[in-house]
């Protein structure tokens, strides 16, 4: 059973309109999230992280956490067409430093002029 | 700031051969992390390593050895290439265990 479900499998936002991904990780021990974005032909590059109970905001993302249901999500205000790529959300156990990331299959997001 | 480095960027070769894919960070890091994404999909971990001459298999080790030579880099070798792996093959490092790990552009396998 996969431990990162990512929700849609994609997503197409019109310009400048507010687009939504959604991460849920399937085990207690995996509550630390991160957001990694792909550009076409490029390696992922990590967007944010979060590790505590509601928002995290970094300028046009905003990520809210709810770790009573594992539940992270990613918000994208003023889409903008750089914005097009694959989305990862990503999962580290509790304990920290002996762990490694566990990353979801992700979120394709197309913007549309 | 710091980089990873991925040869080569293209990497053909035949089947059943072995090949070979080398990786460098000068981010000081201690972790390095090898990965397959087939196209358009999720990523898959092949090996790790959270120091020099440390080696722990991922989830796709299978068919596939790695050696950390030192800190600075990291070679994955495909022991006998198939048709059905072609992928992009992603490095990546991180300061330790499950920080943010930074990503390498990629090497894409093309067997024939």
């Known amino acids: 059973q996969q431990k990162v479900q990512q929700s849609p499998e994609s997503l197409s936002v019109p310009e400048g309109g507010m687009a939504s991904l959604n991460c849920t990780s399937s085990d207690r021990n995996f509550q630390y999230f991160w957001w990694y974005r792909q550009h076409s032909g490029e390696g992922p590059k990590a967007l944010m992280?979060?590790?505590?109970?509601g928002d995290k905001k970094e300028g046009r993302f905003t990520a809210h956490l709810n770790k009573a249901s594992l539940h992270v999500s990613l918000h994208i205000r003023d889409s903008q067409p750089s914005d097009s790529a694959l989305y990862f959300c990503?999962?580290?156990?509790?304990?920290?430093?002996?762990?490694?990331?566990?990353f979801g299959q992700g979120t394709k997001l197309s913007i549309k002029p | 700031g710091g980089i990873i480095t991925q040869t080569p960027k293209f990497l053909i070769g035949q089947e059943g051969q072995k090949l070979t894919l080398k990786c460098q960070q000068n981010?000081?890091?201690?972790?390095m992390y090898w990965y397959r994404q087939d196209s358009g999909k999720g990523l898959r971990l092949i090996y790790y390593?959270?120091?020099?001459?440390?080696?722990q298999k991922g989830d796709l080790s299978e068919g596939y050895d790695a050696s950390r030579e030192k800190k600075s880099s990291f070679s994955l070798t495909v022991t006998s290439a198939q048709k059905n792996e072609m992928a992009v093959f992603l490095c990546?490092?991180?300061?330790?265990?499950?920080?943010?790990?930074?990503f390498g552009p990629g090497t894409r396998l093309l067997v024939l």
């Open positions: 990546a490092s991180s300061r330790q265990g499950a920080d943010t790990q930074y």
């Open positions: 390593s959270i120091t020099e001459n440390d080696l």
């Open positions: 981010f000081n890091h201690d972790t």
């Open positions: 990503a999962v580290s156990p509790m304990n920290y430093n002996q762990g490694k990331l566990i």
């Open positions: 992280s979060i590790f505590s109970d």
